[in-house]
């Protein structure tokens, strides 16, 4: 009995130190994997500013992408780029700049790209995806969930987002995202209070898009946050 017993403690340390093996190479590929998104992100802010740079006009980061960063959650994989010109002509400059890296979604209509990037190993393979739009302001009519779009000022553009804590820009700068956000509808400060807010009267903005009341739903429960009292009765 005592030579089964000793048996089976053998088992356990030896299953015990293989577990920790295994987990200690899942942190180190985890961690590989976001150094390798941070290298690729910085290759692309850095594109995005020469691209700027050379149109003489100004890019920025909006929406989740400046959430996440704010909250601390790396890895983001996927950006949206506000542009205070033309969104689609810029992403074909900047798809030129990366000597055509990627594979390039136009939608002229809305004047917006989408930007796929895929690199990496079979170990370490990633996926960002890019989306450039000029700053617009959006109309829609009554029945319709296709807006009218014509051009705007970044806080214009900031309006039309669905919660406040999406409405937050940073400029892309020669050194990355400038540390300043444009936030003019307090959402750092609803980030901080983990409360979801629309920028607008919340009739409104959920009567442009009633999918908004989904999301409202999805962001409470995947971020633990509370819906403000006229956004929730809306």
């Known amino acids: 009995q005592n030579g089964l017993q000793s048996k089976e403690s053998r088992k356990t340390k030896i299953l015990t130190k293989y577990n920790k093996i295994e987990q ?45 960063r704010l909250l601390g959650i790396e890895n983001s994989k996927d950006v949206d780029f506000v542009v205070i010109g033309s969104g689609l002509e810029f992403a074909k400059a900047f798809d030129k700049e990366m000597k055509e890296e990627g594979s390039l979604v136009e ?23 890019l989306e450039f739009a000029g700053a617009r302001s959006e109309a829609y009519e009554k029945g319709s969930r296709k807006p009218k779009v ?24 020669a050194n990355g995202l400038s540390k300043k956000v444009i936030d003019p509808f307090s959402g750092e400060k609803d980030l901080k209070n983990k409360i979801l807010r629309t920028p607008l009267d919340p009739d409104t903005t959920f009567s442009e898009d009633p ?20 956004t929730y009765e809306a």
């Not at 594109?47 to 980061?61: C, G, I, L, R």
């Not at 809305?110 to 393979?125: L, S, V, W």
């Open 24 to 68: 200690n190479e899942i942190v180190k590929l985890l961690n590989c994997c976001i150094d390798f998104t941070n290298m690729l992100l910085n290759k692309i802010f850095k594109t995005v500013y020469q691209v700027a740079k050379k149109e003489k006009t100004d890019v920025y980061a909006v929406g989740g992408f400046v959430r996440d």
């Open 107 to 129: 939608f002229a209509e809305f004047d917006t790209a989408r930007y796929i990037m895929e690199h990496g190993t079979r170990n370490t393979e990633q996926k960002i995806e």
């Open 150 to 173: 014509k051009k705007t000022s970044l806080e214009e553009d900031l309006k039309r987002r669905d919660f406040t804590i999406n409405a937050m820009a940073q400029q892309v700068m």
């Open 211 to 230: 999918l908004r009341m989904l999301r409202a739903a999805r962001f409470a429960s995947q971020l633990g946050f509370m819906i403000e009292v006229n």
